[in-house]
């Protein structure tokens, strides 16, 4: 009898779990989390909260999209404006999700953390470079990195890039 081996993405399982929980459900967790001791669990009810409110809130035809697959099958559904795209790898470079609205790029992280690391070149060359060459989104003129925080005040970006840019590479707002 032959053996059968079954792979589960437990990343895509994870994401269409929690695609289940009510905004209620998810806020609950969070605040368990918040309550225990926080860590890797009060980050990711953080992250699913604002994933599932996207899906339930969001107005104006935009469409939300969890990507499956690994790295560049999840890239591939990216293809319209007004999308918001939940990557389908949980590191990918810098970011939670992204919208493209008219020309400007949203990119979003999530975090629950103090300070957050980002790096610009990595996600230039690995999502920004790659997007503009789709038909569908030549025309991006801006970027813009969206950090949610569940404390603003306490909240440092550490970027990893230099301010000043070269000419090859694009302005950034």
Not at 36 to 47: K, N
Not at 75 to 101: E, G, T
Request: net charge positive.
């Amino acid at each position: 009898m032959a053996r059968v081996i079954q792979v589960v993405d437990s990343s895509c399982l994870l994401g269409r779990l929690q695609e289940r929980l009510s905004l209620a459900s998810l806020l609950a967790g969070y605040k368990r989390a918040t309550a225990i001791s926080g860590g890797a669990m009060l980050g990711l009810y953080f992250e699913a909260f604002w994933h599932r409110w996207f899906q339930v809130k969001s107005r104006d035809g935009i469409i939300v999209v969890r990507a499956v697959g690994n790295r560049a099958q999840g890239f591939s559904q990216l293809i319209k404006r007004d999308q918001y795209w939940i990557p389908s790898v949980p590191n990918f470079p810098n970011i939670d999700a992204a919208i493209v609205r008219g020309d400007t790029l949203y990119g979003i992280q999530y975090t629950v953390m103090n300070s957050h690391d980002f790096k610009q070149d990595d996600f230039q060359s690995s999502f920004v470079e790659e997007l503009v060459k789709k038909p569908e989104f030549i025309g991006i003129k801006c970027v813009h990195i969206v950090f949610v925080v569940p404390q603003v005040s306490k909240f440092i970006i550490k970027p990893s890039f230099q301010a000043e840019t070269s000419k090859n590479h694009r302005k950034w707002d």
